[in-house]
């Protein structure tokens, strides 16, 4: 590179110290990033190694309940009791409605209102 090309910038001393408290703020926030994302990873891999561990839990009562169902006998249901049975009718799902974090939604109301002050 040629001295010839090179170019100084000036900066005043609260602007020099002011970026320099930028740079320092922007460091510790990714290094609080970098905390949050490891610890992420951590739960993560718990959370990992609980889920298969239910899982085989799972497939062990699972296997446990097909052996009971072979060693135990069937119990015969009389006709009359099978005909009830089958009258009765299933009873119907109500859906839930949907809620939603009325906090959140005033929240966004008031940021879409600040920035369409701001656009005037």
């Known amino acids: 590179m040629k ?3 090179l170019i100084h910038v000036k900066l005043e001393y609260e602007e020099a110290v002011e970026s320099k ?3 320092l703020s922007s460091e510790m926030n990714l290094i609080r990033i970098m905390k949050i994302i490891k610890q992420y990873h951590f739960l993560r891999l718990e959370e990992l190694k ?3 561990k239910l899982y085989r839990k799972l497939k062990e ?3 446990d309940i097909k052996n009971l169902q072979i060693i135990l006998p069937t119990l015969e249901i009389p006709k009359i009791l099978k005909k009830e049975d089958e009258t009765k009718k299933p009873e119907t799902i109500i859906p839930k409605e949907k809620t939603y974090d009325t906090s ?3 929240e966004l109301k008031e940021i879409q209102e ?3 002050a701001l656009q005037r």
């Open 3 to 5: 001295n010839e090309n």
């Open 104 to 106: 959140l939604e005033s």
């Open 21 to 23: 408290k930028n740079v």
């Open 50 to 52: 609980t889920k298969a």
């Open 61 to 63: 009562i699972k296997k």
């Open 114 to 116: 600040k920035l369409k």
